[in-house]
């Protein structure tokens, strides 16, 4: 049973993707979502993830609660400073999220500390990869 499906977002075109395949879940199995997003000040790698300002990650979560308030889901979000894989496993497990859905971008095994593919090895709950691309 699916109680509450956790999303991580960047506000990136093909996270909505992860966004939208989260919230049909949510109506399929009256389940809560969580929307979760990182952020990193001053980070230099260059990912989308990393360069998140609070105040942009603010804005990403606002713009997809209201986006669940639109389809009659219970939703809340949390977001977080730090590593992007590692704050999103750690607020899906704070969260006590049954699923995790995120986005396959960046998913290459050759790319070590990608996001997703560091998700789907530390995550505590089952994991959605949505192929965005």
Not at 10 to 34: H, I, K, M, P
Not at 53 to 58: D, G, M, Y
Not at 106 to 122: E, F, Q, W
Request: proline residues 2%.
């Amino acid at each position: 049973m699916l109680r509450t499906i956790a999303v991580a977002t960047d506000g990136s075109d093909t996270a909505q993707q992860a966004v939208a395949a989260a919230f049909e879940l949510a109506r399929r199995f009256d389940a809560a979502v969580l929307i979760v997003t990182a952020y990193s000040v001053g980070a230099t790698d260059g990912s989308v993830w990393a360069s998140n300002s609070s105040t942009h990650a603010e804005r990403v979560l606002a713009v997809a609660e209201e986006a669940a308030a639109e389809q009659g889901l219970a939703c809340s979000s949390a977001m977080m400073e730090g590593d992007p894989a590692d704050v999103i496993v750690n607020l899906a497990a704070r969260h006590e999220a049954d699923l995790l859905v995120v986005g396959n971008v960046g998913m290459n095994r050759r790319l070590l500390g990608s996001v997703p593919n560091t998700v789907t090895h530390k995550a505590p709950c089952s994991v959605l990869v949505v192929k965005t691309v």
